[in-house]
């Protein structure tokens, strides 16, 4: 019982590599967009066993219940058929090239790594607090809380910028996604 | 020790792993749309990375980070599903080498 | 410590008293449904298993379970067999975040504990936990069109899924504003707000959002007038179109479980939970079976809902699939908007 985080770590871990091979590996767009599914659940997970469960929350909530429908949504719209991957054995010298290159980059993780010995530990046990005014030792709790205080004190102006951005996100999709109505004539 | 704790290196490990794969989605996929979820793979993995360090060091402004590149991904996946849907409109496909033409 | 002192078997406990709650709910509430479409259509209903067909969720029950199970040959068979059980996971998911009562003093320690409240899991970020899972469901019935490999299926789930992202826009919206009264995601909190300060319907934001939330809810249910996804005259019944036998009865079971779930959740929002209204309080007040009255007064409260649910199913038609975008996007939305300004100046005035 005590170490269940541990377990549970693991546990996602696999869960997302095998779902993220799901993605890169199935013929299926729907099924690809499924395992993504997956994947985004169990990172999920992952960031409430690393303790951060506003993210957790917020991460289904955006990526499972917004983006994924999205993207099965026009999937099914378009009707996508299955791709075949006979061409890719066609062309091993490009292949060899991508994996190399994709070794490559891989090691500078690795060397990161290395760095870090196993004693750094990510201690999940650390609660969030944050205080707001020392003079009359307030302090608040719970990891949205504290949150809330660093995005609308320290982090307002990106905030700020973050939603011109998603205004223009939604017009452009309106634009670029509406159908000329002028050529079709 | 306390048995709730979890190296940082399994973590780079993780997202190292999670980075590659994606990376290996975009460079060999065809299919567009999962082009585009490979590349949303790519960006979920870095965010744990943030999640991690940012438990690691007791310091708010990863998870911030998050939050941020939530938002962006949200207006990015919204842009290029759009984009993809006028594509395929135009050229009746999402095969990435079957998309030729500048200007028909 | 002993070993049946650990939380787990608390939650164990719980979870079986709720499970059991929610699947006995759901039955008879699809008893309700059918003596109430009796009464509004000037008949009796079903009477013919026990008194008042008391026996007749059972019966269905044990219909769907000995009915022959069959497989089309054209469907993608794990997503065919995993929609309907997404559907029910979701549902069940959904209801063991509600708190149905307050923490009880128990009047002697039973299992090591001496208080307790009905409640499976208390996340910190309690409403937000249970619009993430809501917006779960809507996977099951994509798969379910997908997956049927058939045009009816797949317009009913395109035109489901639509709604459902359409209409969960303004449903969270619509709670912004109790949250920002409250100034808490938990659910508890929500309550205890609404114990000091009165019911958040009747200040005015509470209202606009009661307005919005319980409109977008019949859309995110999937019931009349919004239930274009099985609108049985166009496409069949959508979704569903190629199930039968148990697998149907999931679906069937996970919208009934919804709709009490999101009663509850309507009374937990906007009508104080467990407090009990007007003069009442004070009786009860200070007496140690005051808290179950009070758990008495909420079911009664998602009782009303549970019966609204029913009434307006069989008393407005269904809107036309434009009607219902218009609606969505052109009325709820800014209605919602408006909202979280009003809740803002309420806040401000206060």
Do not use: C
Not at chain 3, 31 to 56: S, T
Not at chain 3, 96 to 119: C, H, M, R, W, Y
Not at chain 3, 220 to 229: G, I, M, S, V
Request: no cysteine.
């Amino acid at each position: 019982m005590e170490n269940i985080r541990e377990i549970l770590f693991f546990l996602f871990a696999f869960v997302m590599m095998g779902a993220s091979f799901g993605v890169i590996l199935h013929k299926n767009p729907v099924k690809s967009a499924l395992f993504l599914v997956v994947f985004f659940v169990s990172l999920a997970s992952l960031y409430g066993v690393l303790g951060a469960e506003f993210l957790a929350v917020l991460q289904v909530l955006v990526y499972v219940g917004a983006i994924m429908v999205l993207f099965l949504f026009v999937i099914m719209l378009i009707a996508v058929r299955d791709e075949n991957f006979e061409n890719i054995g066609a062309n091993k010298g490009k292949t060899m090239v991508v994996f190399l290159l994709v070794l490559a980059f891989t090691m500078q993780f690795a060397a990161l790594a290395s760095v870090l010995s196993s004693d750094d530990k990510i201690n999940t046990k650390t609660e969030y607090s944050k205080t707001i005014d020392s003079a009359q030792n307030l302090t608040i709790e719970g990891n949205a809380e504290v949150l809330s205080f660093h995005l609308f004190e320290k982090y307002i102006l990106p905030f700020e910028l973050i939603s011109i951005v998603l205004l223009i996100g939604v017009i452009g999709a309106v634009v670029i996604a509406k159908k000329n109505r002028r050529r079709l004539e | 020790m306390n048995g709730a704790e979890i190296p940082v290196s399994y973590v780079i490990v993780l997202t190292l792993l999670l980075f590659s794969i994606g990376m290996l989605g975009v460079l060999t996929r065809k299919n567009i749309i999962v082009i585009f979820m490979s590349v949303e793979i790519m960006l979920n993995s870095v965010n744990l990375l943030f999640v991690a360090f940012s438990r690691f060091w007791n310091d708010l402004s990863g998870e911030m980070a998050v939050f941020f590149v939530m938002a962006i991904a949200a207006a990015e996946a919204a842009i290029g599903l759009a984009l993809v849907i006028s594509l395929h409109r135009k050229f009746h496909t999402v095969d990435i080498t079957e998309i030729k033409e500048l200007k028909n | 410590m002993e070993w049946y002192q650990s939380e787990i078997l608390w939650s164990l406990i719980k979870i079986l008293v709720l499970f059991f709650l929610i699947i006995t709910g759901a039955g008879y509430y699809t008893l309700m449904e059918r003596k109430g479409a009796g009464y509004f259509q000037l008949r009796y209903g079903p009477n013919r298993a026990g008194i008042w067909g008391i026996f007749q969720p059972l019966a269905d029950g044990i219909k769907f379970l000995l009915k022959q199970e069959t497989l089309p040959k054209h469907v993608d068979v794990y997503l065919f067999l995993l929609a309907p059980a997404i559907s029910v996971i979701t549902a069940v998911l959904l209801w063991s975040t509600i708190p149905f009562t307050p923490l009880i003093d128990l009047p002697f320690e039973v299992l090591g504990k001496s208080q307790v409240a009905l409640q499976v899991l208390n996340p910190g970020s309690g409403i937000l936990l249970l619009f993430a899972i809501s917006s779960l469901s809507v996977y099951g019935v994509m798969l379910a069109g997908w997956s049927s490999n058939n045009k009816y299926s797949l317009l009913g789930a395109v035109r489901s899924t639509a709604q459902m992202i359409s209409y969960e826009l303004s449903l969270s919206l619509s709670i912004i504003g109790v949250i920002m009264m409250a100034g808490h995601f938990d659910l508890y909190r929500i309550i205890e707000a609404q114990n000091e300060n009165g019911w958040f319907f009747l200040s005015v934001p509470g209202f606009l959002g009661f307005f919005v939330f319980i409109v977008a809810l019949f859309a995110e249910t999937n019931r009349l007038p919004f239930d274009l996804a099985e609108a049985e005259s166009e496409l069949v019944v959508g979704f569903h179109t190629e199930y039968g036998a148990f697998k149907f009865a999931l679906f069937f079971v996970a919208e009934y479980m919804n709709m009490i779930t999101v009663s509850f959740l309507t009374v937990i929002l906007f009508f104080g939970g467990w407090n009990i209204p007007f003069f009442l309080r004070d009786m009860v007040s200070g007496m140690w079976w005051g808290p179950l009255v009070g758990v008495l007064f909420f079911v009664f409260k998602a009782m009303f809902f549970m019966f609204l649910f029913i009434w307006v199913r069989w008393s407005l038609p269904r809107f036309r699939y434009d009607q219902l975008m218009n609606i969505g996007w052109k009325y709820l939305l800014p209605m919602a908007l408006i909202q979280i300004f009003m809740a803002g100046i309420y806040l401000y005035l206060k």
